[in-house]
């Protein structure tokens, strides 16, 4: 499966030292790299770089440092040569593996986003997807970013999944199908010891939860996989248990508009006013403002009119009881890409993971967001 | 100095058990009672309550929980009594000392609404400040919710406590006073073993905190007394150091109003600004758009039209790569009732980490923040 590209660099090209031989297939970026000089070890050699400086890998921690100058080092891509660099500052950077991702339920809209984004980063998509029973015959001419995806019929996943196993062993499955899904799918991954990030929402989750836990796998189980929502409910927590009733005499006011057809309330909403409950703020369920109607949600709360049909919006305004001062939060969604784009570094948190041997192996967002960036 | 109250309700009211001896002077408030339903107890007898509720002390957590059904207890202010309720419902509330405060500075507009505000939350309000050397000829009439207030000239202030203390053993200290005297008060203060709340920005702050550290007094030191301010830009870092680059990849804009006489931008947004670049969010100090036109500040920051010469508005915006998602968090001050309200957390604080002879002596409003509502 290794891959090796060659970028155009005018560097000399390093292989590593022997230390790397389990390393497979990496790529190596840094924000101090532009994506034209992304790097690749394949087979235990890593290649470096940018212009005359070299970086190597110091295993196992997967940082790699920049060498002192004047080494000489066995090449891989090229001819042998010696780095004359000698400028000192060396900042470390991660080396990455290339990760396998299969998405079920990538003929739906947010699948389809989540296999978009995941070629974005640089993974690799697994050109198969599992569909509900009988339903594979639709998809017949699913292609995504160039890729071409089959569409598998459910009842043909054991077959489909050890074929697919071959060819992409250390693969993750990410799952955007249907409630009802939800539990016997899960099964079927933990059944084949597959690691998976669920971003469907619904079927028991009491259920899910045991069901992981009894198998071993690793998964990322989240209902809400906006990372920077969560980050954002997250520290509104921190804020209630550290400081409880630092708001007590204000009021609160909630308003959230999402696409008409969205019955309920936002259970992000509920969450985050849970917290402000617990800094002194009275405040029920009920009298959360819901707006459903498109004209309002237009010139009322700002909703672009090509996102009528799908956006989270949310406003909390805290006011004090002399109505001098007004906190207002906001957090407003349109589209996928959010949701998206936190699907893939669930993904990533879950192979650095897998990699390191976690002990721990069931996780959810607020555990993505203590790794840190992911890219 | 113990004063004793005895405010209007149909309920018998009842002395406490003996426990409480230690007990000089407390307030009782909680939210369930209204503030027609204050009551008191002094030289260890602890006076109550609501209708026919009883609520004693547990010494020595200050926590009054309400007693069971009929018991009969010593009466301090009524005659012998036996309560009759037999309701269950029991929620603890705080038993609070009251405590005397000389805010020195109640010359000024700051020092006078903390005075107000000390007052309105059932402080004792020392009737003497102290204001600059040659200065307090000005303020022969000064008065605060009609009491009357002497201004005492600096070089008087070693006599003048003398006497103050005599009547006020217990006193604390709240400084809003002028940048210029920072330094000196706050010796002074130590000097004499006061503790006290340092309200007044400027000065040595280094000298500040090692002059205070040297005496042992307790003291708050803030430079943003806005509890809820504190608060917000608190939870701010939290999440930045817990979820470092959360929001890499995103922008982040910063618009800040305060009054036109105000050169350089917040202390505050400058401090929010540090736990937004550990988010991943690139920013330079110079990108802060500061507002002081006050036609702008009206039109387009919102600003009401009488709180022009006083307010402090600041507006985050986040927003991710593709546009799609925005993040915005308000803090909009008008006046000065914030601070003051602050101030009053921060003695209510100080007079509690006196009382259980706390081993920390110099605090932040970050400490108050987490001692909870202190109301």
């Known amino acids: 499966m290794a891959e090796c590209w060659s970028l155009n660099t005018t560097s000399p090209t390093y292989s590593c030292n022997p230390g790397l031989s389990q390393l497979r297939h990496y790529i190596l970026r840094t924000r101090s790299f532009s994506s034209a000089n992304f790097f690749v070890a394949a087979q235990g050699r890593l290649v470096v770089f940018k212009e005359a400086t070299c970086w190597v890998s ?69 050109p198969k997807c599992i569909t509900g029973r009988g339903r594979a015959g639709g998809y017949a001419e699913l292609s995504i970013q160039g890729i071409k995806v089959d569409a598998v019929d459910g009842d043909e996943r054991e077959k489909v999944m050890d074929q697919v196993l071959q060819d992409y062993p250390d693969l993750i499955v990410v799952d955007y199908t249907l409630p009802a899904a939800v539990n016997g799918n899960a099964e079927f991954y933990c059944s084949r010891g597959l690691p998976f990030v669920m971003g469907t929402t619904g079927g028991d989750r009491n259920k899910l939860v045991k069901d ?17 929502v969560v980050a954002f409910q997250a520290a509104m927590e921190l804020m209630a248990e550290q400081f409880p009733g630092a708001f007590a005499g204000y009021t609160l006011q909630v308003t959230e508009s999402h696409q008409s057809s969205k019955v309920d309330t936002s259970g992000t909403a509920k969450a985050v006013i849970s917290s402000f409950q617990k800094l002194g703020l009275p405040f029920n369920l009920d009298q959360i403002e819901m707006v459903r109607d498109p004209e309002e949600q237009v010139k009322r709360m700002g909703v672009p009119s090509e996102h009528l049909n799908g956006h989270a919006f949310h406003t909390y305004q805290l006011v004090s009881a002399d109505g001098m001062v007004v906190f207002e939060f906001q957090h407003n969604v349109c589209g996928r890409s959010i949701y998206a784009q936190g699907t893939v570094d669930a993904v990533l948190f879950l192979a650095k993971k897998i990699r390191e041997k976690a002990d721990k192996k069931l996780y959810n967002m607020i555990d993505v967001l203590r790794e840190g960036n992911m890219r």
Chains 1, 2 share one sequence.
């Open 58 to 126: 110091s295993p196992p921690g997967l940082v790699l440092q920049r060498k002192k100058k004047n080494m000489t080092m066995g090449c891989s891509l090229g001819a042998r040569a010696s780095s004359s660099d000698s400028s000192s500052d060396a900042s470390p950077c991660l080396l990455r593996p290339t990760v396998s991702v299969m998405v079920n339920g990538c003929t739906g809209k947010m699948g389809q986003a989540v296999a978009e984004a995941a070629i974005a980063a640089g993974l690799q998509l697994v």
């Open 212 to 228: 992981v836990e009894a198998s071993g796998v690793y998964a990322v189980i989240a209902p809400q996989m906006g990372k920077q």
